[in-house]
């Protein structure tokens, strides 16, 4: 069986740390747009440099652009028996661009935003590394990350900032969810309880 899985669920609903749960579990490769977009620029491919004229120009990369990455990442040999796509396509537009590869599974973490907030409220976010903390496990400003990095309050983890990513969620992700219900690859997952909680659910429903 191969598991080409795409994770989509509002921010503060785990997401991110399902995926890598999930990437060891299968043996596949976790893969986010932000990053892979770095990863091309990085290795100074020649759609990395492109990425990299449209981002020193100050301007978005377009979902053309961003479908091109993927596609190329996709096609690596570590790939090839699958990957736990983390949080893309997540609009009709880029659902529209997404046209090289078929996902087996779409896993929706459901949380309501009441939650999403409570769990954002309290986010602390590695400044060198990118992992969370939160103040409700009894993490600090400034505590020190395993990496060497310090935790900080991110300035878009303010309530409002958090209301409006949450609102993006609502008008352009979900939708799109649609689409892939009519394929049959829809998952829908319980967010709320323990990450624990949550993976046996997804484990559950994959089947593994
Ligand atoms: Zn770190």
Same mark, same amino acid.
């Given at each position: 069986m191969t598991y080409k899985i795409i994770l989509l669920g509002p921010q503060g609903s785990g997401k991110g740390t399902q995926a890598q749960i999930l990437s060891k579990k299968l043996n596949v490769p976790a893969l986010a747009m932000g990053q892979l977009l770095r990863d091309e620029v990085a290795a100074g491919s020649d759609v990395g440099l492109k990425v990299?004229?449209?981002? =020193? %120009?100050? /301007?978005?990369v377009s979902d053309?652009?961003?479908?091109?990455?993927?596609?190329?990442? &996709? %096609?690596?040999?570590?790939?090839? /028996?699958?990957? #736990? &796509?983390?949080?893309?396509?997540? /609009?009709? =537009?880029?659902?529209?661009?997404?046209?090289?590869?078929?996902?087996?599974? #779409?896993?929706?973490?459901? #949380?309501?935003?009441?939650? %999403?907030?409570?769990?954002?409220?309290?986010?602390?976010? +590695? %400044?060198? +590394?990118?992992?969370?903390?939160s103040t409700k496990d009894g993490a600090k400003e400034g505590d020190a990350c395993a990496c060497g990095g310090k935790f900080v309050r991110r300035d878009d983890d303010t309530e409002a900032a958090i209301n409006r990513r949450l609102d993006i969620y609502d008008n352009d992700t979900t939708p799109m969810l649609g689409k892939f219900e009519e394929k049959g690859v829809l998952v829908r997952v319980d967010g709320v309880g323990s990450v624990e909680e949550v993976r046996e659910r997804i484990m559950e429903k994959l089947a593994i």
């Open positions: 990299d004229g449209i981002l =020193k %120009s100050g /301007n978005l053309e652009v961003a479908a091109e990455v993927l596609q190329a990442r &996709l %096609s690596r040999p570590d790939a090839v /028996n699958g990957y #736990v &796509l983390d949080g893309y396509p997540r /609009n009709l =537009k880029q659902y529209a661009a997404f046209t090289f590869d078929a996902p087996t599974h #779409v896993i929706v973490i459901e #949380v309501p935003r009441e939650e %999403s907030l409570r769990r954002l409220g309290g986010r602390l976010t +590695c %400044s060198s +590394c990118g992992a969370v903390a």
